[in-house]
């Protein structure tokens, strides 16, 4: 099949260590942020997500970080393993209501996960 | 209703030719967006229905493309004389607040 993100920055990292991911958004204004994660061939995949009142948020293994100061975005994995390999975008959205919940992609990440 | 689902998923055309895609939403979603990403991006907006209204359309949406909800359950989006720039991974999501998005796996577009 194809592959998502050809050229994209790629992280590797080894199995059981833990992963950042980094995100420069583009709108101070965006109310809602959403990480996916994409395997070739596929869809983007919800991961976690976060609003603009919230700095911090802990899913199962992830934990997203969010600093509105300088616009900046982190995905944290802990303990990866071999099937978080994918690539993982960020995406912010200006607001829920009305017409300006269109998502914005940010720049994906290529995380590699070696044993 | 298991997620979102997109036909056909993959579409060879040859340039010139028209091409049509489906998104079938989650049933209880009533926003759905169509998306185009290209190898090494992410992915670019296009439209966006709320029921069967269409309420925005991206300046990447020319005059060759249209798209319609008309029952707002499903959603097609056609490509007139198609080009080879139109190659790319056509994708569908919905949602019910403007949260929780949920993507379909995408239809794969290459243009000959």
């Known amino acids: 099949g194809e592959s998502v993100g050809l050229h994209l920055p790629t992280l590797s990292v080894q199995e059981g260590d833990n992963s950042i991911i980094n995100c420069a958004y583009s709108n101070s204004a965006s109310d809602y942020f959403i990480w996916y994660k994409q395997e070739s061939g596929k869809g983007p995949q919800f991961i976690i997500d976060i609003r603009s009142n919230m700095d911090k948020r802990q899913g199962q293994r992830v934990t997203v970080l969010l600093n509105k100061t300088v616009k900046h975005l982190s995905l944290q994995i802990a303990a990866t393993q071999p099937g978080d390999s994918a690539v993982y975008f960020c995406?912010?959205?200006?607001?829920?209501?009305?017409?300006?919940?269109?998502?914005?992609f940010g720049t994906g990440t290529r995380l590699q996960v070696t044993l | 209703d298991t997620g979102v689902s997109q036909d056909p998923r993959h579409k060879i055309t040859k340039r010139g030719q028209n091409v049509t895609f489906r998104c079938d939403p989650i049933s209880e979603h009533n926003r759905l967006y169509w998306y185009r990403q290209t190898l090494g991006q992410g992915p670019e907006f296009l439209t966006y229905f709320q029921n069967e209204a269409q309420l925005e359309k991206s300046r990447l949406l020319s005059d060759r493309f249209s798209a319609e909800r008309p029952k707002g359950s499903f959603s097609t989006l056609e490509i007139q004389r198609t080009e080879q720039g139109d190659s790319a991974m056509y994708l569908c999501?919905?949602?019910?607040?403007?949260?929780?998005?949920?993507f379909g796996s995408g239809t794969r577009l290459t243009v000959v």
């Open positions: 999501a919905s949602s019910s607040t403007g949260y929780g998005y949920t």
């Open positions: 995406a912010e959205i200006l607001s829920v209501t009305g017409t300006a919940s269109k998502l914005t």
